[in-house]
């Protein structure tokens, strides 16, 4: 196959190149020939501008698929509204056993906390997952299926809120959601082939060559290779499989043996290990030094030290890589105290480590990540003090924790810094992720600016921060990220260079076309035939 790319500006990464055409060949950028062979194809960029594509370092594909099969809740801004959304979505599914759905915005309550009883007036089990996806929401019928009473403790390395009589109030936190999720009927393998088929179309359409899917479970990994093999993937992944700290050691032959199951599906690898080191301010859950400024209370670590440095040597040895999440201060301690003791025996670093969010760093850690060889993955449209920020994180930690995401300084300390959205947490517009990481505002233009604008970085370093940069994360990521001659042909086709407009208005930004290994996997419908 040969596709040239004409009439466009070309963001090339090599000084001698043509910056206004690119040619490829089998899936690879080549040096423009002589003669233009009749039977390429001829792409007319029509003023636009072509660039290596984009990276997400941290998304949840499989989860985001699932969201899109249930009520759509992400835009409402009431109970009210949500009960009645998933109603209605009820009496259009009426042989629905379960209504599952997502993504309720958890500011819309003080507390963050919500009722079961508020979703009664539906006759069958609901399970709504907060934006967060580390709590759910669900109502008294789907408790009763659960078996959840007031008699029900809390399972290990979760919570389950309850009323001031002691009755369960309907929020679950962290694993208690497990206690009802694991009871909803998992849907057939075709139609989870369906559902990683549109959602890593959503992220082609947003100029995503590559991710990282960051929390699979071994039951999920059956729809992905069935996705990979039969063609429905637009993007290639690396799957990272989510260490379990209550079995881990019996985990390790089945994460040994998920590699080879995936030997045969094009475009995946299972090269990570996922670690959740602690979980989220906002329900009290991240692991924070010092006590939350409302409760007296540092959050709910999911490893003990010893534990999880066990289980990041056990890692080292069976030859993958460690992604992990952590959130407050103490979890992100806890990891690099953690790769402090792999190092030991991984001085080369061969083992790739990512902590993605990093949310509050505390002062004397900031410069470990560079002298561990610990890349850092941010979310950056977190980075902006916006609804959930104002409302339910900043009266959790104080003024004294309110300094996060601080990708500027993390940048200056020399670490690897990469960008992930987080999908469905968030949105998987790289361009709208830049955008917050330049300017650190919310759409409005506030705070002016920026919140801590010491953290903004510059227009070039994001977008190399959203493409280039993210294949760190990636043990077969040498050959992309930029448009080099031999380089694998990621591409992102965008309506306007990135660099000649406003930050502000970055998002606004179309892309036009995404090739994954010199495939179209995405093209706007304008711009086809």
Request: charged share 25%; net charge negative; with cysteine.
């Given at each position: ?46 003023g636009g501008h072509l660039r290596a594509g984009f990276a997400d370092g941290h998304t949840h594909p ?181 260490a379990d700290p209550l079995r881990w050691v019996a985990q390790l032959d089945e994460i040994v043996a ?149 990708i500027g300084s993390v940048m200056r300390t020399g670490a690897s810094v990469t960008f992930g959205s ?108």
């Amino acid at each position: 196959m040969q596709i040239a790319f004409i009439n466009g500006s070309i963001d090339v990464g090599e000084p001698d190149a043509p910056a206004n055409r690119v040619y490829v060949v089998d899936g690879r950028v080549a040096a423009w020939p002589e003669t233009l062979p009749e039977a390429a194809e001829v792409v007319d960029l029509v003023g636009g501008h072509l660039r290596a594509g984009f990276a997400d370092g941290h998304t949840h594909p499989f989860l985001a698929g699932r969201e899109l099969l249930g009520p759509q809740l992400r835009h409402l801004t009431t109970v009210t509204g949500i009960a009645e959304a998933v109603g209605a979505w009820a009496d259009e599914h009426p042989d629905a056993e379960w209504i599952v759905g997502g993504s309720y915005d958890a500011t819309m309550v003080d507390t963050g906390l919500f009722d079961a009883t508020w979703l009664d007036s539906i006759d069958r089990p609901v399970v709504l997952r907060a934006w967060d996806y580390h709590t759910v929401w669900c109502n008294s019928r789907a408790l009763e299926m659960a078996g959840i009473t007031s008699e029900t403790p809390d399972p290990p390395l979760g919570r389950i809120v309850h009323r001031a009589d002691g009755t369960p109030m309907g929020t679950l936190v962290e694993s208690a959601a497990l206690l009802v999720l694991d009871r909803v009927p998992e849907v057939s393998l075709d139609r989870q082939v369906e559902i990683l088929g549109r959602a890593t179309r959503t992220l082609a359409s947003y100029g995503i060559t590559w991710t990282q899917e960051a929390w699979a479970e071994d039951h999920e990994l059956d729809a992905w290779i069935a996705a990979a093999q039969r063609g429905a993937l637009h993007l290639d992944v690396d799957i990272a499989v989510r260490a379990d700290p209550l079995r881990w050691v019996a985990q390790l032959d089945e994460i040994v043996a998920v590699r080879e199951r995936v030997a045969d599906a094009p475009g995946i690898s299972c090269d990570t290990v996922k670690f959740f080191i602690d979980g989220i301010i906002e329900n009290h859950t991240a692991a924070m030094l010092d006590d939350y400024t409302d409760v007296c209370s540092r959050g709910l670590p999911n490893w003990s030290a010893d534990q999880l440095g066990d289980a990041l040597l056990d890692v080292h040895r069976i030859d993958r890589d460690i992604h992990m999440h952590a959130i407050g201060d103490a979890g992100v301690r806890a990891a690099l105290d953690a790769v402090t003791r792999l190092r030991a025996e991984d001085p080369e670093r061969r083992r790739r480590v990512t902590v993605a969010h990093a949310q509050v760093i505390h002062p004397d850690d900031l410069e470990r990540f560079a002298d561990l060889g610990v890349a850092v993955c941010f979310q950056p449209l977190w980075a902006r003090p916006d609804d959930v920020m104002v409302s339910l994180t900043f009266p959790r930690v104080g003024p004294d924790r309110e300094r996060q995401y601080q990708i500027g300084s993390v940048m200056r300390t020399g670490a690897s810094v990469t960008f992930g959205s987080d999908w469905p947490v968030s949105s998987p517009n790289v361009l709208e992720g830049i955008s917050v990481a330049v300017t650190r505002q919310n759409p409005d233009g506030t705070p002016q600016g920026g919140w801590y604008p010491e953290e903004r970085i510059t227009v070039d370093a994001a977008l190399a921060t959203a493409s280039a940069a993210v294949h760190v994360q990636s043990r077969r990521g040498a050959d992309r990220g930029e448009l080099r001659v031999g380089n694998l042909a990621d591409l992102v086709w965008l309506d306007r260079d990135p660099r000649a407009v406003h930050a502000r208005d970055l998002a606004e930004t179309r892309v036009l076309g995404t090739w994954c290994r010199g495939r179209e996997t995405y093209r706007r419908a304008e711009t086809s035939g």
